[in-house]
């Protein structure tokens, strides 16, 4: 079983910056493929970012390629999103999600919480 915690949401102009965290327990960390999905109301979850479990391959949506960028760091059992020039379109909840495999996501076995991101125009 592993446990996904996900903070480093809330409100923020846009053209601004937020960084989500994602904290892991459990098993074992660095063999678990990590993303993000999102999702704002009346809309399906989107999936947004993927980082193998090496963190060697990562993979992003077109809607924030070039602005959003995943990472984690293996010995604090952490994944993070960096979100730049962020647009209103961005505001959803965003969720963390981890899949036993090497390789990017493709089906969690795992989901985070969830951290609002609102993004005002």
């Known amino acids: 079983q592993v446990q996904l915690v996900e903070s480093g949401g809330g409100l923020v102009q846009a053209g601004g910056s937020l960084r989500l965290s994602c904290a892991a327990s459990?098993?074992?960390?660095?063999?678990?493929?990590m993303g993000w999905f999102r999702q704002a109301p009346g809309q399906e979850r989107e999936y947004i970012a993927s980082?193998?479990?090496?963190?060697?391959?990562?993979w992003y949506a077109a809607s924030v390629k070039g602005r959003f960028t995943i990472s984690r760091d293996n010995a604090k059992n952490t994944v993070y999103l960096q979100m730049n020039s962020l647009k209103p379109e961005d505001t959803a909840v965003y969720y963390c999600?981890?899949?036993?495999?090497?390789?990017?996501?493709?089906?969690?076995?795992?989901w985070g919480q969830g951290t609002q991101v609102t993004v005002s125009s």
């Open positions: 980082i193998s479990s090496s963190g060697g391959l990562t």
């Open positions: 459990g098993r074992t960390f660095s063999g678990y493929a």
């Open positions: 999600a981890a899949e036993n495999s090497v390789f990017i996501i493709r089906k969690p076995d795992y």
